[in-house]
C-alpha cells in the first residue's frame, strides 16, 4: 500500500508539473472516477507532441540538425537500388563507390607568422627564412590528400589555443593585473624556470653509468638554456659531482688507447675473435675497476663533504664565541683603566648619561615633529591605496560581469540560431500537401458556433430579465390595486356592515394571495435545490463514494498491518 500512495504522488505531481488545473492527487489514482479520469485523459492526449512521426524529447541545436541531415542522407542513399559498378553514373559512384574517399591524415605545417606569444616580434632572420626558404603550404606535405586535414587540424589547434587563452586569461589573467603581453612573458619565465630546474636535477640525480655523452650534451643543453637567463651564473658553476665526472671523464679520454696491430699473415679468423673477447674482456675488467673507484671516490667525497661542513660550524660557533669574549674583555679592560679615579670618572659618566637622556629627548622630540605628518600621510596614501583597490576590484568584477554578459548573450543567439535553422528544416520536411483551407475552414466553423452560443445565451438573459421585469411590474400593479380598493372600502365599512364584511374578505383574499404566491416562490426554489441535489446525488453516484471508502478502510486497514509487521520485525533485529 505505501508503495502504490508513492506511485500515486509521484503521477498526481507530474500532472500538476504538466499544468494540470483540475484537482489531482493519490486518490484520483487509487480511487478514481470515470469523469476525472476523463478529464485527466485528455489533458494528457492534448500535451501528447501532434505529429507522432517526430521526437518531441529531440535536443535543439546543431547536433541534432546534423544527425537529421545525415539520416535523411542515408534515407536516400538506401532508397536507391543497387547497380553493378559497370553501369553506375557519376551520381552513383559517388553514392555508392569508395573510390573517392581518402583517410584523413594531417601533417605538421609551417605558417609564416608576425609575431609570436611569448618572443614578441618575430626576428628578421626568420622573416628571411619565411620569405626565400619556406615552401608553399602544398609543398610541404608528402601528399596532396593530406592538405584538407592539415588544413582542418591546424586551424582547430589555432581555435582551441585561443579558447584556452582566453578562458585563462577572464579566469587567472585579470587578477594578476598584469597585461596580455607581461602575463605571456611570466608564463614563458616560469616554464624556463622549471624547465631548467628539471633539468638541473635529472642531471645531478643520473648514476655513474648513464653520465656518458649523454651527460655532456645535457650539461651543453643545460648551459644553452641558462644563456641570457638571470641564472646563467649558478647553473655554469655546476656541483661539485658535475666537476668530478668531468674531470673523470677527461682523465679517461686522455688515456691513451694502446693500438695493437695483427699480423697481416698467419691470423686464422678464430684466433682474431679470440684476440677480440679477450681484449673486450680485459677492458670490461679495467671499467669495472674504473667505475668502483668512481663509486669509492664518491663516498669518500661525500663523507670529507659532510666533515668539511661540520668542521665549518664547528668554526663558526668557535669564532662567535672568541668574539664575545673578546668584547667582554674590552669592556672589562677599560673598567680597569677607569678604577683609579673612580669618582671623577662616575661624575662624568653621569653627565655623559644625562646629556645622552637629554639628547635622546631632543631626538624624540624631532621625531614626533617628523613622525605625524609621515604618518597622516602614510594614512592617506593608504586611504588612496584602498579606494584604488576597492574600484579597481569593483571594475574588474564589472569586466567579469561584462564578459559573462557577454558570452550567455552569444550563447543565447547561438541557441535562437541553432533553433531558427532546425524549426528552417522541419518546416522543409513537412508535407507540402495539406491544405491549410481546411484548418482555416474548421476555425471559422468553431468561431460561428461560439458566436451562435454567444447570441443564444444573450437571448436568454434578455428573456429573463424582461420576464423579471414583467413580475415586478405586476407585483407592484397588485400592490397598488389593493391599497386603493383597501383605502375605498375601508372608508364604507364604517357605515354599513355589508361592506364591512367585504373588508374582511378582501384582507383575508389578499392575505391568502401572498401566502399563494410566496408558497409558488418556495416551491420554485426547493425545486431548485432539488435539481441540484440531484445532480450532486449523480456526480457523487459516478464518484463510487461508497465503494471508494470501503477501499479506503480496507488499504488502511492493510497498511496498518503492514506497519504492525515491520515494527515487530524492527523490534525481533
Known sequence: MSARFRIGMSLAQACQDLGYQGEVGYQTFLYSSEPEIRRLLLFLVEK???????????????????????ATAIKEQLAIPWVPPAC??????????????????????????????????????????????????PAQLPQPSSLVPSLLELNMAELSRAQDWESEWKSQGLGSRMTPEEYRQWKHQRLQRRLLDQLRQASAHAGPSHQGAAGRDLMQLLGTFAAGH????????????????????????????????????????QESREHQAAELETLEGELDHLVRQIEELEGQMSTLGLTLTQVEREMRQRQLGVTEQEQALRVKGRTVELLPDAENNMAKLQGVVESSAQ????????????????????????ALHDSKELESSRRLSQIRELHERIRSAADEAKRKDDLYKQLLVELESLPKDVSRSAYTQRILEIVSNIRKQKEEITKILSDTKELQKEINGLTGKLDRTFAVTDELIFKDAKRDEAVRKAYKYLAALHENCSQLIQTIEDTGTILREIRDLEEQIESETSKKTLSNLERILADYRAMKQENTVLLSRSRET
Do not use: N
Not at 501528447?48 to 541545436?61: F, K, M
Not at 557519376?90 to 601533417?107: D, E, I, M, V
Open 48 to 70: 501528447l507532441p501532434r505529429d507522432a512521426s517526430e521526437d518531441a524529447d529531440q535536443p535543439v541545436g546543431k547536433s541534432a540538425v546534423l544527425c537529421r541531415a545525415i
Open 230 to 269: 638571470e641564472h646563467a651564473g649558478a647553473l655554469a658553476k655546476g656541483s661539485r659531482f658535475t666537476h668530478t665526472q668531468r674531470l673523470a671523464y677527461k682523465q679517461e679520454a686522455e688515456v691513451p688507447v694502446p693500438m695493437e696491430t695483427l699480423p697481416i699473415s698467419r691470423t686464422t679468423e
Open 359 to 382: 639628547r635622546v629627548i631632543q631626538l624624540a622630540t624631532q621625531w614626533e615633529k617628523h613622525r605625524v605628518p609621515l604618518i597622516q600621510e602614510f594614512r592617506d596614501l593608504k
Open 88 to 137: 553506375r553514373s557519376p551520381r552513383l559512384q559517388l553514392l555508392q563507390g569508395s573510390c573517392l574517399l581518402k583517410r584523413f591524415r594531417a601533417q605538421p605545417l609551417v605558417l609564416p607568422q608576425e609575431s609570436g606569444p611569448f618572443i614578441g616580434q618575430v626576428p628578421q632572420e626568420r622573416k628571411e627564412f619565411f620569405v626565400k626558404f619556406l615552401p608553399p603550404v
